[in-house]
């Protein structure tokens, strides 16, 4: 029970690798307010996982709804000591650049990037109080891509480079670090009411120098270690977590 008396926000918590996250914290002793855009993704987690678990429906690309949300979560909890910003456009493939729309780049950018200036803005206040952490969400493709992903990686690459930048600005009082997961099966962290098995084959696992595909738990771990205190060594670093893949040299 590690974050017992703690209390966390974290961002997309309603399904995949934030509800891992906030399953994780709450086991752990954590009190945990989930802010998702899906009503119905937010409250069955906080319904499955008990009274640790509080839902804010919010859209983090939006100042009032952001600002409203961490004041929700101060309210409950009546403190914060972590913030996870996970929240994001799942979907990397955009389509070609030169059909992609300004309004559609400024979505990717706006719900993948900007939440987590926001989210950082208006609670760090607060977390100077506890001497609190922040863990953003990146991606391996920020390192590496497939075609027609542009907007999705520059956000990535983004998020990268935001938290090494703020790690500097709000050091030593606040610690700032980035996870950069791989492929990460998430079919089973979805509503319990659509949950299914990850359709994954043979290949899928052997390409894996680990042998495997990625479990949200696995991201949920790292994220655990990085708010605690056995990380107060740990900032403005990004920890790739991918099963090896970016260090595979692959030949066709």
């Not at 996982?49 to 939006?62: H, I, T």
């Not at 493939?93 to 729309?101: F, P, Q």
Request: proline share 4%; net charge positive.
């Amino acid at each position: 029970m590690q974050f017992a008396s703690k209390v966390f926000l974290v961002t997309g918590g309603g399904r995949g690798i934030g509800r891992a996250i906030a399953r994780r914290l709450a086991e752990d002793g954590g009190k945990v307010c989930i802010v998702d855009s899906d009503r119905h993704a937010g409250e069955d987690a906080a319904r499955e996982y008990g009274e640790r678990v509080m839902f804010v429906r919010a859209d983090v690309a939006r100042e009032r709804d952001v600002r409203r949300a961490i004041t929700t979560c101060l309210r409950w909890g009546t403190r914060l000591d972590g913030i996870v910003n996970n929240a994001a456009i799942a979907d990397p493939h955009a389509g070609a650049v030169e059909a992609l729309s300004l309004a559609t780049w400024r979505r990717y950018l706006d719900v993948n990037l900007t939440s987590v200036f926001l989210v950082v803005k208006h609670a760090v206040r607060h977390l100077r109080r506890t001497r609190g952490a922040i863990v953003n969400l990146g991606s391996t493709r920020a390192l590496q891509s497939e075609p027609d992903t542009e907007p999705y990686a520059a956000t990535k690459g983004a998020i990268v480079a935001l938290s090494h930048a703020l790690s500097i600005s709000l050091g030593p009082v606040v610690r700032v670090n980035c996870i950069s997961p791989g492929w990460i099966a998430t079919d089973e962290l979805a509503p319990r009411d659509r949950r299914h098995k990850p359709r994954l084959s043979r290949a899928d696992h052997r390409q894996h120098p680990v042998g495997r595909v990625g479990r949200p738990e696995d991201i949920a771990s790292l994220c655990a270690w990085l708010l605690s205190s056995e990380a107060g060594f740990v900032s403005g670093q990004n920890f790739v977590a991918d099963g090896g893949m970016t260090r595979k040299m692959i030949y066709v």
